[in-house]
């Protein structure tokens, strides 16, 4: 993904009425952590999964920086009027790199100068070596930096989670409704042209536990968490 891309991204983050889906939540003081579908028209084919970035925010709220989590690999974009001022290097320091630790062991960098051009490529190797990564690999323009995560582990991060309105929830359930109702057209059209088959009986299965999950497990869900949310408050 381009620096051009994520730019895309931080000004759909900071709009209310945004064209790109963001399910986010805070998991530290003025950081991010969510999922974004930049198109989301699932009718055509192809990989419908969601990109996993950390968003980074300034005292106002505003989204000024973000870092997509490729897995092994990580790309970060600050917004030009907030480099070097130490929002990255604080970010992946106190709650990226400690949430990431949840599900890895290590975390590999690339910094590449062709792409990004030499006082970036100098910005960006001086954001990793702050942030504890060291140089395990060089081949041209391109260096990797990488870093064992396990100091991360005992990192506490505040995750908050802010329940979801009666509103939210009932557009889930017409979500949910427009997958079961998508999922039955699949089953008919090759039943009825292929005959029975295990597809089809998978497919029964399919739809019958998400019916059940749109009615009384998305409804546990909210129960759960709002009982969680009062002992809590005890």
């Given at each position: 993904?381009?620096?051009k891309?994520?730019?895309?991204i931080?000004?759909h983050?900071?709009r209310?009425?945004?064209?790109?889906?963001?399910?986010?939540?805070?998991?530290?003081?003025?950081?991010?952590?969510g999922?974004?579908?930049?198109?989301?028209?699932f009718?055509?084919l192809?990989?419908v999964?969601?990109?996993?970035?950390?968003?980074i925010?300034?005292?106002?709220g505003?989204?000024?920086?973000a870092?997509?989590?490729?897995?092994?690999?990580?790309h970060?974009?600050?917004?030009?009027?907030a480099?070097?001022?130490?929002?990255?290097?604080n970010?992946l320091?106190?709650?990226?790199l400690?949430?990431l630790?949840?599900?890895?062991k290590?975390?590999?960098?690339t910094?590449?100068r062709?792409d990004i051009?030499?006082?970036n490529?100098?910005?960006s190797?001086?954001?990793?070596?702050l942030?504890g990564?060291?140089?395990?690999?060089?081949?041209?323009?391109?260096?990797?930096?990488?870093?064992?995560?396990?100091?991360y582990k005992?990192?506490m991060l505040r995750?908050r989670f802010v329940?979801?309105?009666?509103e939210?929830?009932v557009?889930q359930?017409?979500?949910m409704n427009?997958?079961?109702?998508?999922l039955?057209?699949?089953?008919?059209?090759?039943?009825m042209?292929?005959?029975?088959?295990?597809l089809?009986?998978?497919?029964?299965r399919?739809?019958?536990?998400?019916?059940?999950y749109?009615?009384l497990?998305l409804?546990?869900?909210?129960?759960?968490?709002e009982q969680?949310?009062?002992?809590?408050?005890?």
């Amino acid at each position: 993904m381009t620096d051009k891309a994520i730019q895309e991204i931080i000004d759909h983050f900071n709009r209310k009425n945004s064209q790109a889906y963001i399910a986010a939540h805070p998991i530290g003081e003025n950081v991010e952590y969510g999922v974004v579908w930049k198109d989301i028209d699932f009718n055509k084919l192809g990989d419908v999964s969601p990109y996993r970035f950390y968003f980074i925010k300034n005292k106002k709220g505003k989204c000024i920086g973000a870092v997509l989590d490729m897995n092994m690999d990580l790309h970060w974009y600050i917004v030009p009027a907030a480099r070097k001022k130490g929002f990255l290097t604080n970010a992946l320091i106190q709650f990226i790199l400690p949430h990431l630790s949840k599900i890895r062991k290590e975390q590999i960098i690339t910094i590449n100068r062709s792409d990004i051009g030499d006082d970036n490529f100098e910005a960006s190797l001086k954001t990793a070596n702050l942030a504890g990564f060291k140089m395990v690999g060089e081949k041209g323009d391109k260096i990797v930096c990488s870093q064992k995560l396990f100091k991360y582990k005992k990192t506490m991060l505040r995750e908050r989670f802010v329940g979801i309105s009666y509103e939210q929830m009932v557009k889930q359930r017409e979500k949910m409704n427009v997958v079961i109702g998508n999922l039955w057209q699949i089953k008919a059209e090759v039943e009825m042209k292929l005959g029975k088959s295990k597809l089809t009986r998978e497919l029964d299965r399919y739809i019958d536990k998400l019916e059940l999950y749109r009615g009384l497990k998305l409804d546990d869900a909210v129960y759960d968490f709002e009982q969680q949310a009062k002992r809590i408050k005890r």
